[in-house]
């Protein structure tokens, strides 16, 4: 166990997920355990900068397992991406005794502590939490289960009016560079297109897979779209099919930021538990810039790069599921 570590600061930054109070939970009663001092850092690196500090025991984080969000709250900082701005908070992370660091968000946050560990070398583990589960080295990351959950359930109460009314929805879901949240919760919810941003379907292409639904008198049909599809979201595409065909009366629902609320799913909560207590021990095994990760339902650390060279694809399995269930 590394003996120089007394008081580690845990902060949640970026995009909110479900399952991050878990994770907090985790690395505060992991923390107990190991007998070191836990603080809370609040909204992220600006926190950090204005010395917002919390401290945190195993009691404060009774309670929080299951409420969605983040109770440290969470926000950008424009300041902490200048040299000034991480030495202001270097200043009050060392005031308040704070030597080491647990962050939980995505590919932007992993950045800047990555930054901060090459300037001042302060031991830093960070834990994947962010619906898109696009981050390389982990299997799964804390919120996409729950994100994906709401997704379907949405999908499903959306199917039923579809059924009564004839219709064809276009349903966009989040996802700005990957499709994880799309192809699950399409699969899962029976869509008969989607669309993501990692595959090359061209919008002539959605227009005749709907056309065979036309040809076969199929009355009512759902077409799920990530956000950051390149042919076009959920509002484009329904007006281009408008414009070609009056077969299908088409509506549009965008599900936004109903899939980054609620209380997170077992399977968030357990996994956010494992990487909490694995960022921990890893910290106090010496490990440091690196990112907690679950392959193979084993724990694993992933250095930096790893993380950032390369993204975390949709196997052609689950596309090619998509497409088979889709005729």
């Not at 994906?148 to 966009?172: G, M, Q």
């Not at 759902?222 to 009056?246: C, N, Q, W």
């Amino acid at each position: 166990m590394n003996n120089k570590i007394s008081k580690i600061g845990v902060f949640t930054s970026g995009g909110d997920a479900p399952g991050m109070n878990a994770a907090i939970r985790a690395v505060v009663r992991a923390c107990a355990y190991y007998k070191v001092d836990c603080v809370g850092i609040l909204r992220g690196y600006e926190g950090m900068i204005e010395g917002d500090f919390e401290q945190l025991d195993a009691r404060s984080v009774g309670n929080i397992l299951q409420r969605g969000g983040t109770v440290l709250k969470s926000a950008r900082s424009k300041e902490f991406r200048t040299p000034e701005g991480r030495l202001k908070a270097l200043g009050k992370l060392r005031s308040e005794g704070i030597d080491a660091l647990v962050a939980i968000g995505g590919d932007g946050t992993f950045t800047g502590l990555h930054k901060f560990y090459q300037e001042f070398s302060i031991p830093s583990i960070c834990i994947p939490g962010t619906i898109d589960n696009d981050l390389s080295g982990t299997d799964y990351t804390i919120g996409y289960d729950t994100a994906t959950n709401t997704a379907v359930e949405a999908i499903d109460k959306i199917r039923d009016t579809a059924l009564s009314h004839n219709r064809l929805f276009f349903i966009e879901v989040m996802g700005r560079h990957s499709g994880y949240i799309a192809i699950n919760s399409g699969i899962a919810g029976g869509a008969a297109a989607i669309v993501i941003p990692e595959e090359t379907m061209t919008f002539d292409e959605l227009y005749e897979k709907l056309g065979e639904g036309e040809e076969t008198s199929k009355k009512s049909n759902l077409v799920v779209v990530a956000e950051g599809s390149k042919i076009g979201d959920a509002h484009t595409l329904a007006k281009k099919v408008a414009e070609r065909s009056s077969y299908f009366d088409i509506k549009v629902t965008v599900l936004g930021h109903l899939q980054r609320g609620g209380a997170p799913t077992y399977f968030d909560r357990v996994l956010a538990s494992r990487m909490g207590i694995a960022a921990i021990e890893g910290l106090l095994n010496n490990k440091s810039d690196v990112m907690v990760g679950i392959k193979d339902n084993k724990i694993v650390y992933n250095d930096f790069d790893t993380i950032m060279q390369s993204h975390h694809e949709i196997d052609e399995e689950s596309m090619r599921i998509a497409k088979i269930l889709s005729i």
